[in-house]
């Protein structure tokens, strides 16, 4: 496979003045990264896109190269199938397809750009060094064609999922751009926050949920949909031609549903309630909720989570819960979860378990409890009659797990199992204190290892050598 290079072409993107929105940053000393993309859907499952990214260095040093991660190269039909092979039927029920990611131009006050197939990374070196808190302007047009998948994007029966869509700018970590293949297991994203302007055409008769409050407003007989968020880790769009959306509010914070179940509204305001006494308030001013086609039970994305729409009963409120807590353990709070997917997932995993005791569901809180041993239990067994290592160390590069297997036992299980043992050795309210703290600390920005166990350490002195045993027990 050959690695692509493509010259710049200057052509500007003529946008209709109505769409241009300002985005001012939160904080005047904390400037943010700002997107803003139009799309244009199509009936035949491809999206024209045009994209500006002002770039605010808000790095501390000089930056003379941009890098974006291109998500949606993954599905392309050159590189290695996007999900594991044991899900491979769920993924794809009609069949493998392929999506295609095509680049048109990128320009700006830039060398040169260079888009790398195998990496799916596009390089864009400035004419000059960026300093700390000066800004730049990256334009770039380009073309989705979208894959037939149950998957995190694409489309199928109830509609389509633009999610990891863009060409996102990688993580900022240690001095350098953070990037790494796409992995089949576990989530491949990872990024900074930053604001977007979203604009699109919605299909008509169509319904969706997006990232952020949105307005509509029609031009030339069709429906424009603008959305807005501020300082998210990425921005999700879902359109359907047959679900019905449903909205509430709870505590200012506007819920949008997309969706056929009666009840998810109701839990997603528990969901926020016991969150925001546990933890903090919730950080946003929306969140949305999508049932749909999908091969896990969940996935979060800025201020929107997508639940699989076969589940039911406890299983489904479970979920909910699950990738609503997210918003608190990834969305707010970051990590690189490359490479520590744990210290999002399993903190996640234990979020969700105090969901259930607090709203009195005590029995169902015991079962996963119960579950997440068993299940670990047996993967110790298995590991053994094979001569591998019994439990497996907390952490390591995605792309290394040899199995969803592995990964889930490892990332959701042995974690919440670590977890449920941090609280019994130093009480619930201590134990939440130091998460307390972690969440208002490091909320929007990217959180690592040593900063949890600093936390720890400040609610209980040596806490984190508790935790630290865990991760590296093998």
Not at 391 to 420: A, C, D, H, Q, R
């Amino acid at each position: 496979m050959k690695k692509k290079t493509i010259s710049i072409i200057s052509i500007a993107i003529i946008v209709c003045s109505l769409l241009v929105f300002a985005v001012s940053c939160k904080d005047t000393s904390q400037p943010v990264t700002t997107y803003n993309i139009w799309l244009d859907v199509s009936d035949d499952n491809t999206v024209v896109c045009s994209q500006k990214v002002d770039v605010v260095n808000n790095y501390g040093a000089p930056i003379e190269e941009l890098k974006f991660n291109v998500y949606a190269n993954a599905f392309d039909r050159q590189k290695p199938l996007p999900c594991a092979q044991e899900e491979q039927g769920d993924f794809y029920p009609e069949g493998i397809s392929y999506g295609e990611f095509s680049l048109k131009s990128v320009y700006g006050d830039i060398k040169e750009y260079d888009f790398d197939f195998e990496s799916n990374i596009l390089s864009v070196p400035l004419n000059a060094p960026l300093q700390v808190n000066e800004k730049i302007s990256v334009d770039m047009q380009y073309t989705l064609t979208l894959p037939h998948t149950n998957g995190r994007y694409g489309f199928n029966e109830k509609g389509i999922s633009l999610t990891g869509f863009y060409p996102m700018l990688c993580a900022y970590v240690d001095g350098e751009w953070y990037h790494d293949e796409y992995s089949p297991i576990g989530d491949p994203y990872f990024s900074d926050v930053a604001n977007y302007e979203v604009t699109f055409n919605l299909p008509s008769g169509w319904e969706y949920v997006s990232s952020g409050k949105s307005k509509h407003s029609e031009q030339n007989g069709e429906t424009i949909v603008t959305a807005s968020a501020k300082d998210i880790r990425d921005f999700a769009l879902i359109l359907s031609p047959s679900l019905a959306k449903s909205v509430s509010k709870f505590d200012g914070v506007e819920i949008s549903y997309l969706g056929e179940k009666t009840d998810t509204l109701a839990y997603a305001q528990k969901a926020l309630e016991v969150y925001g006494k546990l933890f903090g308030k919730y950080a946003y001013d929306t969140l949305a909720i999508a049932d749909v086609p999908f091969v896990a039970g969940g996935m979060e994305y800025g201020a929107l989570c997508v639940i699989n729409a076969s589940l039911g009963g406890a299983t489904y409120e479970e979920v909910v819960a699950h990738e609503i807590a997210h918003q608190w353990w990834y969305g707010a709070v970051g990590s690189n979860n490359l490479t520590d997917a744990w210290q999002d997932e399993g903190l996640t995993s234990y979020a969700t378990y105090l969901y259930f005791v607090s709203v009195g569901n005590v029995e169902y809180s015991s079962l996963m409890l119960s579950d997440a041993y068993s299940q670990f239990h047996r993967f110790i067994d298995i590991q053994n009659s094979v001569g591998e290592s019994a439990k497996g160390v907390l952490g390591g590069k995605l792309t290394e797990f040899p199995s969803n297997y592995y990964y889930t036992n490892i990332t959701y299980n042995k974690s919440l199992i670590m977890w449920k043992y941090m609280q019994d050795m130093l009480g619930k309210d201590t134990l939440l204190k130091a998460l307390q703290e972690y969440y208002t600390t490091y909320k929007s920005a990217i959180a690592t290892s040593d900063d949890l166990y600093a936390c720890l350490d400040n609610a209980s002195p040596d806490a984190s050598k508790l935790m630290k045993n865990w991760i590296a027990n093998t």
